[in-house]
């Protein structure tokens, strides 16, 4: 005869137990699938892009379609190069040092602000604050005509000043910052004055050492967003040899005759920089995003 002790639960039975692990499995089974099937998803363009790319344009546009070219055509690697009308060399070399001055001008410009904002005890500083938020509100159109008759008078068109410096502050990026600097440890800076440190010198020396991550989160968003940039650098740079890589890829399409097989290798080319940015900083773009604060 079995007794049970009051207030004392007897052990669920081993079914049950392997009822829940197996659907913890189940779970985790699904997780991964439905993880797995999203990814490829995301994969198909790329896929598209280097299986066009490797192809004769009878392949591309033929009834018949293949997984892929049974002959690769490894020589349209160097057509982009090769076609005279657009200086697409050029072009890469053009949206290298703009997205990289961009990123770095950014980083610099709006970390300070954001710092100011966030650290220096001014009376004004939240009118201040209001009014880069405000600046979140304008459409681009409508300062757009504006900015480019700046430009223009400046003697700017059809050089790196002209693509870069309208750029170089963001006030979503600003806030960004002043957001993160207002969770950053005061101890650390607190320190740093002990040791006769301004906030110049907390700044360089305590607070950006210790904030790399988020520095590496935000330089690969602008670095993407510069490189992929169109509209600006189409009105700026009027010359083909201050053409960006976008508007090189975009005076493909502009001619009478389409030569698929160039477009899709040009744009594979144009993508491989964003691609071994992302992989190199994707560790320190998660953990920056997180530290932001912003959640999905």
């Not at 137990?17 to 363009?45: D, E, I, K, N, Q």
Request: glycine share 10%.
């Amino acid at each position: 005869m079995t007794t049970t002790t009051p207030g004392i639960r007897k052990p669920a039975p081993d079914g049950r137990a392997r009822r829940t692990g197996r659907g913890g499995v189940m779970g985790s089974t699904g997780l991964y699938l439905a993880t797995g099937v999203a990814a490829l998803l995301f994969l198909v363009p790329f896929y598209i892009l280097v299986r066009n790319a490797l192809s004769t344009d009878a392949q591309i546009t033929g009834e018949n379609w293949t997984f892929f070219p049974t002959d690769v055509q490894w020589g349209n690697i160097t057509s982009p190069f090769d076609d005279s009308s657009v200086p697409f060399a050029r072009s890469l070399w053009n949206s290298t040092v703009v997205a990289v001055l961009h990123t770095v001008g950014v980083l610099l410009v709006c970390s300070l602000a954001g710092y100011g904002l966030a650290r220096i005890p001014y009376r004004h500083a939240n009118k201040v604050f209001y009014v880069v938020l405000g600046t979140l509100m304008v459409p681009t159109a409508v300062t757009f005509v504006p900015s480019f008759v700046l430009v223009s008078s400046l003697g700017w068109v059809d050089s790196y000043r002209g693509l870069i410096v309208p750029g170089l502050f963001s006030g979503f990026t600003c806030f960004l910052f002043r957001q993160y600097f207002l969770g950053f440890p005061k101890e650390l800076e607190e320190a740093a004055r002990v040791d006769g440190l301004g906030y110049w010198g907390a700044y360089w020396r305590v607070v950006v050492p210790n904030s790399l991550n988020f520095f590496a989160a935000i330089a690969t968003i602008t670095f993407i967003n510069g490189w992929n940039s169109f509209l600006w650098p189409l009105v700026i740079g009027q010359d083909p040899g201050a053409w960006t890589v976008q508007v090189a890829l975009s005076s493909y399409t502009t001619g009478q005759t389409v030569v698929f097989h160039q477009i899709f290798m040009a744009t594979t080319i144009s993508i491989l920089p964003l691609l071994f940015v992302f992989l190199f900083l994707q560790r320190w773009l998660v953990q920056g995003i997180a530290q932001t604060g912003i959640k999905g």
